[in-house]
């Protein structure tokens, strides 16, 4: 089992959550968070006074899938999200050792 961990632009999460369901992905975490990468932000006018945004929204998707699915799933989120611009975001994938469904006990590949 695998935890599957994208950073995306907020307008792309309903293309990329279409997308994850569309492979028969079931469970997805998303969080709203803050951050920046090689952009390092951008300047913005306000009233005449100029501000720095050193952090972008962005959002982040967590989904937990078997090994076999890992490369679809990779495969969907990166064309769903991609627009081809700085900031697309990046998707990391680290190991899971145990899940366990809490309503059943149920626990490894069952649990998801």
């Not at 907020?10 to 990468?37: C, H, M, N, W, Y």
């Not at 998707?61 to 989120?77: F, G, M």
């Amino acid at each position: 089992m695998k935890l599957v961990t994208a950073i995306i632009k907020p307008f792309k999460l309903d293309e990329v959550r279409e997308a994850l369901s569309a492979l028969g992905v079931q469970g997805i975490t998303v969080t709203e968070v803050k951050g920046f990468g090689r952009q390092k932000g951008h300047t913005e006018l306000y009233r005449g006074a100029e501000y720095v945004i050193d952090f972008l929204p962005k959002v982040k998707l967590e989904t937990a899938v078997a090994d076999d699915q890992v490369e679809r799933v990779i495969e969907a989120i990166e064309a769903a999200a991609r627009t081809g611009k700085i900031g697309d975001g990046k998707i990391f994938v680290a190991a899971l050792e145990q899940v366990v469904r809490i309503r059943t006990g149920e626990t490894g590949a069952d649990a998801l």
